[in-house]
Every structure is written in structure tokens, then in C-alpha cells.
């Protein structure tokens, strides 16, 4: 369910912690298919009638990071917030308290916390919030400041996972969810700034797309194409996650989208291209009727390509709220001709789940699981259960940042059949 925040565990290690009781697993607990340590921690504290708060973090330079910095320093970053954070929970909060410490996608971490005598309060929450954050970011300030130009800092917030809910899933992503909104709810100040820079950049089309080869990866030869979008160039929206996300908070998401597509649509007519393409959509807008509506209107309009051809690859910049809306909506895409993938497996919140309740025609392996997978272990584990799933639902895999010859051959063995990264080509403009 969670991203594992460490690297390097050896086998023997991994398959002994499975069996570990989960109150021995609080330091970012590996992320088992077969359990689930956070929500068996929240059923253990629902059945004791203990309250369950979260403390959540979020890296507000981590998008900075990604656009910036190489790969390799990236993950040093990450390790170095990991071992921060550990370092500093175990000084600021009793350990009768913890219940578990992880990461949340990529820039994100939380705390979770029970309290057995129903004695917290909203002020105590929130000044151990900041005790634990500012004693991160001196650390981090330390311990980056060698190999970092950027000083990390956290936006910050609590809440009490819901006791309303049977399921412990819904109302620990209910919370996470609220969480994030009022972490980074900074960004309110500036939102219409921000709707009038999109509302232009959607107006005058300043944006590109991108292409990036998928190839076979036993032929090498080509087998689609993954679209890819720029934003306007020296700008807060250059970099794609940016750039959709603040769209998201403009309301301005299916418009930006609808402008994607149609610049795509236009490059694929253009070169004659007749090999799968992938378009990446985002769960609101795939749920949206007017979305569907237009993205038929664009169909009709480059008559010459085929439904058929285009994959909807669902990213999972958003939770699903709505699964048999969701549904509703993949139906309807699938009815008319349109193929499915689910983007980013294996990296997310909630990408298993998807998987099992859309059973898409695609499964695309996150890059965080196929980096460095020919020197560990678990990682190779965990791609052979996603193989096994693919199998079980009868869909094809797509390997996603391969970069050395080694990762290649790993998946070759494993007669994965389609791969893409740097290792074959960066994304490129359109079908080059």
C-alpha cells in the first residue's frame, strides 16, 4: 500500500519481518503484499476504543529536487530525510505513543500515533508537530548542506483518523487526504495568480508534448509511444507535476488535459503513426461526462485515428473516491475503444487497488521498483508478484526507468515484454 522508504534489504530480512508482530515494525515498515502494517496497527487500536492521530509532512522543495538535481542525488536526498526522521521520532515521541512512521508517495511522510488515555489535544498535537519539524529541517540543514543548495523545509498538519468509517483503508486515506490539503493549503494565497497563468497557457497553447519510445524489449524494436507534457519554459509551470497540480487547484485540470490531447491527436495524424499511444488522465477528469464528451469530439475531428490505438494511462496524482463512478467512466472509454493502463505501479497509495477493480489492459511498473532491481532482492520479489497479477487478470507489463543494460536483462529473463527509459531514449519531440 505505502512505498518503502529504504533501500538494500537482503531476503532472509525481508521474509523474517513478515512474520514479525506489527508493533516491532515502526520505523518505515517494508510494504508487504500480504499485509499491511499501518492499517493493522489503526485495527488494533479501533478494537481497544484508542484514538489514532496523524502527523503529516510534506517537502515543499521536493518538486524543485526532481526538476533540478540527477537521479542519484535525488535518492540520497530521500535517504537522508528518511534517516532524519527516524532519528528525530525516536527522540521526540515516547514510544508507547508511535504506532508507525512511513512515507506517503514521494514527498510526503506521516506519524501516526495512539493515544491510549484519549488525552490529547489539539495543542499538544500541533507542538509536537513543530517540535519534530524543526528538528528535521536543522538536521536535514546539516546534513545536506555539502551536496544540497537547497535548504528543506516542511509544510505541516494533523488530524484524527475517522472512527466513522468501519474500513480502516477509507479512513486513513480520508485522513491523508484531508492532511495534505491543509499542509500545503499555502498555496490558497496565490491561487488566483495562479488560474490566470493557466487559464493563458491553456488560451495560447503554451505548452509541448513530448514522446517517449516503449519498445519490445525482446526485438528492441518499437512498440508505442508514452505523450509527455512541458510546460512553458523557465517558468513554476515547467515542470509537468507542477504544472497539473496547481491546474487541479485552479480548476482548470480538464482544460489543460483537453489541451494534451489535442496537440497529441494532431502529432499522430500528422507522422502517420499507427503504434499504440499511451495519454496520461487524471482520475477527476476521467470521471468528468464533459471530459468524455470532448475527448470523443477530438476522436471525430482526427477521424484518421482509431480508439483502438489509445491507451488512457491513469496516473495517480489523485486518490479515487468514487469507485463505481470510476467505473462508470472506464466503461465507457472501453466501450467506445479505448485501452487502459495503470501508470506508476508498485510507487503509490493505492495503484493495487485500481488495479484489482479496473483490471487494465496494461500495467506499467514504477521506476522506483526496476532501478537498480539486477543488485536487489526484494525488488525482484516484488515485479514477480506484479508479473503473477498481470498473468492472473491477463494483461501485459510495461517496465518504466530502465537505465543500464543489467535492469534489461533482469526483465528480459523475467520475459517482461515492453520496457522504456533513458537506456532506449529521453523523451523526445513527437515520434523522432
Same mark, same amino acid.
Given at each position: 500500500?505505502?512505498?518503502?522508504?529504504?533501500?538494500?534489504?537482503?531476503?532472509?530480512?525481508?521474509?523474517?519481518?513478515?512474520?514479525?508482530?506489527?508493533?516491532?515494525?515502526?520505523?518505515?515498515? +517494508?510494504?508487504?503484499?500480504?499485509?499491511?502494517v499501518v492499517l493493522e496497527r489503526?485495527?488494533?487500536?479501533?478494537?481497544?476504543?484508542?484514538?489514532?492521530?496523524?502527523?503529516?509532512?510534506?517537502?515543499?522543495?521536493?518538486?524543485?529536487?526532481?526538476?533540478?538535481?540527477?537521479?542519484?542525488?535525488?535518492?540520497?536526498?530521500?535517504?537522508?530525510?528518511?534517516?532524519?526522521?527516524?532519528?528525530?521520532?525516536?527522540?521526540?515521541?515516547?514510544?508507547?505513543?508511535?504506532?508507525?512512521?512511513?512515507?506517503?508517495?514521494?514527498?510526503?511522510?506521516?506519524?501516526?500515533?495512539?493515544?491510549?488515555?484519549?488525552?490529547?489535544?489539539?495543542?499538544?498535537?500541533?507542538?509536537?508537530?513543530?517540535?519534530?519539524?524543526?528538528?528535521?529541517?536543522?538536521?536535514?540543514?546539516?546534513?545536506?548542506?555539502?551536496?544540497?543548495?537547497?535548504?528543506?523545509?516542511?509544510?505541516?498538519?494533523?488530524?484524527?483518523?475517522?472512527?466513522?468509517?468501519?474500513?480502516?483503508?477509507?479512513?486513513?486515506?480520508?485522513?491523508?487526504?484531508?492532511?495534505?490539503?491543509?499542509?500545503?493549503?499555502?498555496?490558497?494565497?496565490?491561487?488566483?495568480?495562479?488560474?490566470?497563468?493557466?487559464?493563458?497557457?491553456?488560451?495560447?497553447?503554451?505548452?509541448?508534448?513530448?514522446?517517449?519510445?516503449?519498445?519490445?524489449?525482446?526485438?528492441?524494436?518499437?512498440?508505442?509511444?508514452?505523450?509527455?507534457?512541458?510546460?512553458?519554459?523557465?517558468?513554476?509551470?515547467?515542470?509537468?507535476?507542477?504544472?497539473?497540480?496547481?491546474?487541479?487547484?485552479?480548476?482548470?485540470?480538464? +482544460?489543460?488535459?483537453?489541451?494534451?490531447?489535442?496537440?497529441?491527436?494532431?502529432?499522430?495524424?500528422? &507522422?502517420?503513426?499507427?503504434?499504440?499511444?499511451?495519454?496520461?488522465?487524471?482520475?477527476?477528469?476521467?470521471?468528468?461526462?464533459?471530459?468524455?464528451?470532448?475527448?470523443?469530439?477530438?476522436?471525430?475531428?482526427?477521424?484518421?485515428?482509431?480508439?483502438?490505438?489509445?491507451?488512457?494511462?491513469?496516473?495517480?496524482?489523485?486518490?479515487?473516491?468514487?469507485? +463505481?463512478?470510476?467505473?462508470?467512466?472506464?466503461?465507457?472509454?472501453?466501450?467506445?475503444?479505448?485501452?487502459?493502463?495503470?501508470?506508476?505501479?508498485?510507487?503509490?497509495?493505492?495503484?493495487?487497488?485500481?488495479?484489482?477493480?479496473?483490471?487494465?489492459?496494461?500495467? &506499467?511498473?514504477?521506476?522506483?521498483?526496476?532501478?537498480?532491481?539486477?543488485?536487489?532482492?526484494i525488488k525482484d520479489s516484488v515485479?514477480?508478484?506484479?508479473?503473477?497479477?498481470?498473468?492472473?487478470?491477463?494483461?501485459?507489463?510495461?517496465?518504466?526507468?530502465?537505465?543500464?543494460?543489467?535492469?534489461?536483462?533482469?526483465?528480459?529473463?523475467?520475459?517482461?515484454?515492453?520496457?522504456?527509459?533513458?537506456?532506449?531514449?529521453? +523523451?523526445?519531440?513527437?515520434?523522432?
Open positions: 500500500m505505502y512505498p518503502r522508504t529504504h533501500r538494500g534489504w537482503d531476503k532472509l530480512k525481508m521474509i523474517a519481518q513478515l512474520l514479525y508482530p506489527s508493533r516491532a515494525l515502526k520505523i518505515f515498515p +517494508p510494504h508487504f503484499f500480504l499485509r499491511d489503526i485495527e488494533t487500536c479501533r478494537k481497544k476504543n484508542q484514538r489514532c492521530a496523524l502527523l503529516f509532512f510534506h517537502v515543499k522543495q521536493y518538486g524543485e529536487l526532481k526538476a533540478v538535481y540527477p537521479s542519484h542525488v535525488v535518492m540520497q536526498v530521500e535517504e537522508t530525510i528518511a534517516e532524519v526522521f527516524a532519528a528525530v521520532v525516536r527522540r521526540c515521541v515516547a514510544d508507547e505513543f508511535l504506532l508507525v512512521l512511513q512515507r506517503y508517495d514521494q514527498d510526503d511522510y506521516f506519524i501516526l500515533l495512539r493515544d491510549p488515555q484519549q488525552v490529547f489535544s489539539p495543542v499538544w498535537l500541533q507542538q509536537k508537530l513543530d517540535q519534530v519539524r524543526q528538528q528535521a529541517e536543522r538536521e536535514l540543514r546539516a546534513k545536506t548542506a555539502a551536496f544540497l543548495d537547497v535548504e528543506l523545509t516542511f509544510n505541516t498538519a494533523f488530524t484524527w483518523i475517522g472512527e466513522d468509517q468501519q474500513d480502516a483503508y477509507e479512513s486513513l486515506r480520508q485522513a491523508l487526504r484531508d492532511v495534505q490539503l491543509l499542509a500545503k493549503q499555502s498555496v490558497a494565497a496565490n491561487l488566483s495568480s495562479y488560474r490566470a497563468d493557466i487559464q493563458r497557457i491553456v488560451e495560447e497553447e503554451d505548452i509541448q508534448v513530448v514522446a517517449q519510445r516503449i519498445v519490445s524489449l525482446s526485438t528492441g524494436e518499437i512498440h508505442g509511444w508514452e505523450i509527455l507534457t512541458r510546460g512553458p519554459r523557465d517558468s513554476l509551470y515547467a515542470q509537468p507535476q507542477q504544472l497539473f497540480h496547481l491546474a487541479h487547484l485552479a480548476g482548470l485540470l480538464i +482544460p489543460l488535459e483537453l489541451l494534451v490531447w489535442q496537440k497529441a491527436l494532431a502529432e499522430v495524424e500528422k &507522422k502517420q503513426i499507427t503504434s499504440p499511444i499511451f495519454i496520461n488522465v487524471t482520475v477527476p477528469s476521467l470521471c468528468s461526462s464533459f471530459f468524455y464528451q470532448q475527448v470523443m469530439k477530438l476522436m471525430q475531428r482526427y477521424g484518421k485515428i482509431s480508439p483502438q490505438q489509445i491507451v488512457l494511462e491513469i496516473t495517480e496524482r489523485h486518490p479515487v473516491d468514487d469507485y +463505481p463512478s470510476f467505473l462508470r467512466s472506464l466503461a465507457a472509454f472501453r466501450e467506445a475503444g479505448f485501452r487502459i493502463a495503470v501508470d506508476d505501479t508498485g510507487a503509490g497509495y493505492s495503484s493495487l487497488h485500481m488495479i484489482s477493480e479496473s483490471l487494465p489492459d496494461f500495467i &506499467k511498473v514504477d521506476r522506483s521498483i526496476i532501478q537498480g532491481i539486477d543488485q536487489h532482492q515485479l514477480q508478484a506484479l508479473l503473477l497479477i498481470a498473468e492472473r487478470i491477463g494483461c501485459e507489463v510495461v517496465a518504466e526507468g530502465i537505465e543500464t543494460e543489467a535492469e534489461a536483462a533482469v526483465l528480459l529473463r523475467k520475459k517482461v515484454a515492453y520496457g522504456q527509459g533513458f537506456l532506449f531514449a529521453k +523523451p523526445q519531440p513527437p515520434f523522432h
